[in-house]
């Protein structure tokens, strides 16, 4: 009830104002399980989504969002159990891993519709990111579901960091057809058929995108942008210390 009454006002608001366009809606199966594997460009991604379906996607969200306290965090725990978005608390890497692996299994297996970025976090300049082997592959291989590659377009251009006013522009997505790994089933706990299941999706993901492919983790390459603007800023400051001893000397001289 609730989540229909917020797709209806979030998802007919979204598309009345952005007009995103979609392709290949057909690949989404009326009724019954399925993965669908995207792309992450943008927060947004977890709202044009679902959107533009008529099913309900269940994505993974922090548990922190269901249980901030006050009005707000009251105000923010409706929204995103309206747009269904599941709680999973994130303390501990490996156990964060495992919650949401649990979460995804149980949500396919009613039968839902579950949402997830293989690449773990959002890319941080456009380009895809080398898929994580562990939640993606183990849901779709522990319930034997299809996976559904996806590919958002230009959601990121609708608000960069730092831009507080969302850009007009019309997004796009791109829905791939349905990929089975039912042959591997059960076979969750080898970690090159893992890797393989990952890689192929990321492929197809890679194909409706045109995004540049990094075969290395987003992760990675935040820590490596991180670092870079770390190591600019500390030279920066270096250089400005250094202009002003020699503007300090060089009135030192004019004073003499």
């Known amino acids: 009830m609730i989540y229909g009454a917020m797709k209806f006002s979030i998802g007919g608001s979204l598309k009345l104002a952005f007009r995103p366009w979609v392709e290949g809606l057909e690949n989404i199966p009326e009724r019954g399980p399925a993965i669908l594997a995207s792309n992450h460009l943008s927060f947004s991604d977890s709202f044009f989504l679902p959107a533009v379906l008529d099913r ?3 994505f993974i969200a922090k548990a922190e969002y269901f249980t901030s306290p006050g009005v707000k965090g009251k105000l923010t725990a409706a929204f995103f159990k309206g747009v269904g978005q ?3 608390d994130r303390s501990g890497a490996r156990g964060a891993g495992e919650a949401a692996i649990k979460a995804g299994i149980q949500v396919v297996e009613s039968g839902g519709l579950f949402g997830i970025y293989p690449e773990g976090t959002r890319s941080p300049d ?18 034997g579901a299809p996976v559904i590659p996806v590919a958002m377009i230009d959601t990121e251009k609708i608000q960069p960091p730092g831009q507080v006013v969302p850009k007009l522009m019309r997004p796009g997505i791109r829905i791939g057809k349905p990929l089975d790994f039912s042959r591997y089933q059960g076979m969750d706990g080898d970690r090159f058929i893992l890797r393989s299941v990952t890689d192929e999706v990321m492929y197809e993901i890679m194909k409706l995108s045109g995004q540049e492919y990094v075969d290395i983790y987003a992760t990675a390459a935040k820590r490596q942008l991180a670092d870079e603007a770390k190591a600019k800023a500390e030279e920066a400051k270096r250089e400005r210390k250094q202009a002003a001893a020699g503007n300090g000397n060089g009135t030192e001289r004019s004073g003499a």
């Open 126 to 143: 456009g380009r895809l990111y080398r898929g994580k082997p562990g939640g993606l592959a183990r849901v779709a291989l522990a319930t």
């Open 56 to 58: 309900k996607v269940t």
């Open 86 to 88: 599941l709680p999973v």
